[in-house]
């Protein structure tokens, strides 16, 4: 689908939730000291972000991010016990409903589902029931996408949901080629965008970043020193996930559709 933006994009997703397939180590206080150096780092620059945990309203890290920043967007994290083939629609609806309505009675715009492992594939038409308008990726092994041939698109799934795949992960792939180095990988992807107009989503494993703190911080704030730079220009504009999504619909509305709010049994 051909979108035609005045600016760039980059929008930043920040997976900063435990992982219970993983064994040993604390995550919790990885998680925790990670998040306040991502946070530091955005908050330097004034750029926002898309934060996902497992349950917003519970979750102990949503108090300290909107601390840091009332601009950073916190988003619902999904798995696969809950999201995509493995999980049917009763439960997918039950989860999701659950997560959403504690956000917001909490004061939470919920309003974007990241995923970690999975993929939302059906069932669409309960994301959109519970306000859900954009799906993201949250990758948590080392970047690789941006040696692909193919770059992934922009695309509108439906019902007016977007759905925001990812341009490079950090951490990335270690390479002895300075040209495939994590910072020179994010430096060529800003500039796509900046250049051609684009939206570029970078996604941030927490609890990988933590194993690498120093090198990813390193790369992430050249990164987000040359979007600063680029934004003064008025080349670039960061955004959270929810609000580029809002960006390419341009005030587009969804075609009609009868009956899309199916029951969830």
């Known amino acids: 689908m051909n979108i035609v933006l005045t600016s760039g994009i980059l929008a930043i997703s920040i997976d900063l939730d435990l992982d219970v397939q993983r064994r040993g180590g604390d995550q919790q206080r990885s998680l925790e000291t990670i998040g306040r150096q991502l946070a530091d780092l955005l908050d330097q620059y004034h750029l926002p972000a898309t934060w996902a945990v497992a349950d917003p309203?519970?979750?102990?890290?949503?108090?300290?991010?909107?601390?840091?920043?009332?601009?950073?967007?916190?988003?619902?994290?999904?798995?696969?016990?809950?999201?995509?083939?493995?999980?049917?629609?009763?439960r997918f609806a039950r989860e999701l409903t659950r997560r959403a309505t504690r956000g917001r009675t909490a004061g939470l715009a919920i309003s974007t589902l990241l995923l970690r492992g999975t993929e939302l594939d059906s069932h669409l038409d309960l994301a959109v029931k519970q306000g859900i308008t954009a799906v993201a990726r949250a990758e948590t092994k080392p970047g690789t996408r941006w040696f692909a041939r193919t770059r992934p698109e922009i695309a509108p799934l439906r019902f007016g949901l977007w759905q925001l795949p990812t341009q490079l992960a950090l951490p990335s792939e270690r390479d002895w080629r300075f040209w495939r180095s994590p910072a020179r990988q994010a430096k060529t992807?800003?500039?796509?965008?900046?250049?051609?107009?684009?939206?570029?989503?970078?996604?941030?494993?927490?609890?990988?970043?933590?194993?690498?703190?120093?090198?990813?911080?390193?790369?992430?704030?050249?990164?987000l020193a040359d979007a600063a730079r680029a934004r003064e220009a008025g080349l670039l504009v960061v955004e959270t996930v929810a609000a580029t999504a809002r960006r390419l619909s341009g005030g587009r509305q969804a075609n009609p559709a009868r009956s899309i709010l199916q029951p969830a049994a």
Do not use: K, Q
């Open 57 to 90: 309203a519970v979750s102990a890290a949503t108090d300290r991010i909107l601390a840091t920043d009332p601009a950073h967007e916190i988003a619902i994290l999904g798995d696969r016990t809950w999201v995509g083939p493995e999980a049917d629609r009763p």
């Open 189 to 223: 992807e800003l500039a796509r965008a900046v250049t051609e107009r684009e939206v570029f989503h970078l996604s941030i494993s927490g609890l990988a970043a933590a194993e690498a703190s120093r090198s990813t911080l390193r790369t992430l704030d050249r990164l």
